[in-house]
């Protein structure tokens, strides 16, 4: 599911490299850098967005043991941020230079300006509706790795009030099948 959630931004990043700026106006109106309070304000959410410390654990827990090392997980790790470094410059840069000023939060979103004029990747362009499949599915994709921390912590807490069979300390890591499916369904509902 990784490697098909890295092909889908991919595409996305391709779809929006490949658009033509001037087919929305947005070439025309942009700031090549305006500094001020702005751009302090997005670096906690570049940080948020490249968050991998959630997962980092069990990500370092599915290594074949002959790869569990730390400067192995160092390279991981730095192979993650090098991979969103190579997708979100060109995503930001050029849907960026595609919708100029106008460019939403999410550049894969229909906005609609005064006077009736539409911002965005028509509805009617078959590129960008797959792009936002493929984001879809690479949020789906992506969920479960993200909760399941909290699906342990959870059990965690479950046992301690006897809600649920506690584990020995050998089988710590080893959720029942049957929690796991249930607490993930509830969750999403």
């Not at 100029?100 to 300006?113: F, I, M, P, Q, R």
């Not at 960008?128 to 994709?141: E, G, K, Q, S």
């Not at 912590?153 to 006897?162: N, S, V």
Request: proline content about 4%; hydrophobic content about 50%.
């Amino acid at each position: 599911s990784s490697a098909l959630a890295v092909l889908a931004v991919t595409y996305m990043v391709c779809m929006i490299v490949g658009e033509e700026p001037s087919k929305h106006n947005g070439a025309m109106d942009v700031e090549y850098f305006k500094g001020g309070a702005g751009f302090f304000i997005s670096i906690p959410l570049m940080c948020l967005s490249l968050q991998c410390h959630i997962p980092c654990a069990l990500i370092y827990t599915e290594l074949r043991p002959d790869l569990r090392t730390i400067k192995t997980m160092d390279c991981v790790i730095a192979a993650a941020y090098a991979i969103c470094l190579l997708l979100y410059v060109p995503a930001g840069t050029f849907g960026y230079l595609t919708f100029g000023n106008e460019t939403t939060s999410d550049v894969l979103l229909v906005k609609h300006a005064e006077g009736g004029q539409t911002i965005g990747y028509d509805v009617s362009d078959h590129f960008a509706v797959i792009a936002r499949i493929c984001i879809t599915l690479t949020a789906t994709c992506a969920f479960p790795i993200v909760h399941f921390p909290a699906k342990g912590a959870l059990y965690d807490f479950f046992a301690r009030f006897g809600l649920v069979e506690e584990q020995s300390k050998t089988a710590k890591a080893n959720i029942p099948r049957r929690f796991l499916v249930i607490e993930g369904v509830v969750w999403v509902l």
